[in-house]
DNA sequence: TTGTAAAGGAGAATCATTCTTATTTAATAA
DNA sequence: TTATTAAATAAGAATGATTCTCCTTTACAA
């Protein structure tokens, strides 16, 4: 994604557009791989030599908060971010620490027809998501 | 569950049978709650007074290992533990920090058809889950 | 009963993340 | 264009969960 169309979306959520925010936005879209707050201050520290690790933990929870990415938890304890926001699911590596985007719009019709038809005692459910653990053939 | 058949179960895979480990399976059991390990050591601390924090852990990593209970991770960045360790999925209150298991052997069914049909290329499934998030009527 | 490998206790260390405070800057209005 | 100001950043201390180290204790096999 170019780096005025990057610009545009933080401008659209009413977020002031800083330096630092177009880098680890910009760091997301190209890692394209569900970076830690860590990859992404490698991946900027050329063009953002001074950025505090805290200002990147903090731009990271305002894209959270304004819907333009989203966290992903792992077992590994480290969080994780991840740029496709619409609803889909994630491949998670068991031998290896990579995570993929999975979507399947199948799979979505399927668990929202079986959840509309068996619905849970006491709880109202606002979305869900499939975690599929596997190896890539890569791995 | 009772004492007796804790004492087993940690012996059965081969594990000391050591007071610390029967108080912390037995706590997770009756708490049944998804506890951190904080939650372990309040619950176990008129029995065990003097337990390390460490060995808590230690004994949690053991316990994991051996397939006698299941880590679950949360966006609150504490891990939690599960004994139950049957294939189910999880109901995630998103206003407060319940956890419940979810047992739906239509789901399991329904996803394992889906999954058999729709080969993902160049992944092999391991297991899947769903994580299912809204509220519960009590929050 | 003893020997020994495994487990536990104590507390320091680590590592990801958050917080605090002073400084800087983006965006707005004059 | 410049001045204003609320918001954002830098720096580094603080926090909190978890891990590690090292020494002591214990479960259990022989």
């Given at each position: 994604m170019e780096i005025e169309k990057i610009r545009e979306e933080i401008a659209n959520k009413g977020l002031k557009v800083t330096p630092q925010r177009v880098a680890i936005l910009e760091a997301i879209y190209s890692l394209n791989n569900h970076p830690t707050a860590e990859n992404i201050a490698d991946h900027i520290k050329e063009s953002q030599p001074n950025i505090a690790i805290g200002t990147i933990y903090k731009v990271l929870d305002a894209l959270v908060e304004h819907n333009i990415i989203k966290k992903v938890t792992t077992e590994a304890g480290k969080m994780r971010y991840d740029g496709f926001t619409e609803h889909h699911h994630h491949l998670y590596c068991?031998?290896?620490?990579?995570?993929?985007?999975?979507?399947?719009?199948?799979?979505?019709?399927?668990?929202?027809?079986h959840f509309n038809k068996k619905r849970i005692k006491g709880f109202h459910i606002k979305n869900f998501a499939v975690q599929v653990n596997g190896t890539f053939d890569k791995c």
């Open positions: 068991i031998e290896c620490d990579l995570i993929e985007d999975y979507i399947d719009e199948e799979l979505n019709e399927l668990l929202k027809n």
